[in-house]
Nanobody
Framework: QVQLVESGGGLVQAGGSLRLSCAASGRTFSTYRMGWFRQAPGKEREFVASIIWSLSSTYYTDSVKGRFTISRDNAKKTVYLQMNSLKPEDTAVYYC???????????WGQGTQVTVSS
């Protein structure tokens, strides 16, 4: 199994920045892809960003492109989400997820709350 623990969430004013961290442990050697998702109250979960671990290839949803950056630290087994120019609509619980072999995301963290005030 792969265990994921998110941290770095909090309250920030519009236009501010936060950096989320996701530390992975367990059987991580075969992990193919990691991603960030978010879910606001009463809304469906949506994809935010992903990174292919071995290649460092990244993908972003259009609403965050140019503002958010996903990156990895192989030595620390950690993936980051740098969030700049935050907007109130970014308010959500942010989840880290892992895909072992390039199929579906099957491992999920507990989530960290991000609140952006006007």
């Amino acid at each position: 199994q792969v265990q994921l623990v998110e941290s770095g969430g909090g309250l920030v004013q519009a236009g501010g920045s936060l950096r989320l961290s996701c530390a992975a442990s367990g059987r991580t050697f075969s992990t193919y892809r990691m991603g960030w998702f978010r879910q606001a109250p009463g809304k469906e979960r949506e994809f935010v960003a992903s990174i292919i671990w071995s290649l460092s290839s990244t993908y972003y949803t259009d609403s965050v492109k140019g503002r958010f950056t996903i990156s990895r630290d192989n030595a620390k087994k950690t993936v980051y989400l740098q969030m700049n120019s935050l907007k109130p609509e970014d308010t959500a619980v942010y989840y880290c997820a892992a895909d072992r072999v390039g199929g579906h995301y099957e491992y999920w963290g507990q989530g960290t709350q991000v609140t952006v005030s006007s």
